[in-house]
């Protein structure tokens, strides 16, 4: 499995990139793997205004349906609608094409508290 050590994750499996004030989210190589086909993704509006911990959206795979939380609090200012009609790319690329929201991070400090790829590795037990 793949962890890339540039990005931030939550013990729920979200992972985070920082790009300036703006946090990059999707889930993991890990959840996608242990969801199984991903085959819906449905996910808050722009606009939507989020704490840490919120539900931003769900993803529908074959066994199961997940919520998604929020790494950090901020305001939604975009949403991957490509993962509309191609929820597969959850799959395929999860660090890459299969990105979820971009928020628009109210306070950075909140990126402390989440894990490194190492600590992460640690988490799920690899």
Request: charged content about 30%.
């Amino acid at each position: 499995m793949n962890f890339p050590d540039d990005l931030k994750y939550t013990k729920e499996h979200e992972w985070v990139k920082v790009d300036g004030n703006t946090a990059i989210v999707g889930i993991t190589d890990f959840a996608q793997s242990e969801l199984g086909d991903v085959v819906f993704v449905e996910l808050k509006d722009v606009g939507t205004k989020l704490q840490q911990h919120d539900v931003f959206g769900t993803v529908e795979a074959v066994k199961t349906v997940s919520d998604l939380f929020a790494p950090v609090a901020g305001e939604i200012v975009e949403v991957n609608i490509d993962l509309e009609t191609e929820a597969e790319k959850v799959n395929q690329s999860p660090y890459e094409e299969g990105w979820m929201v971009k928020i628009t991070m109210e306070d950075q400090s909140q990126l402390e508290g989440l894990m490194s790829a190492e600590d992460y590795k640690t988490h799920i037990g690899e």
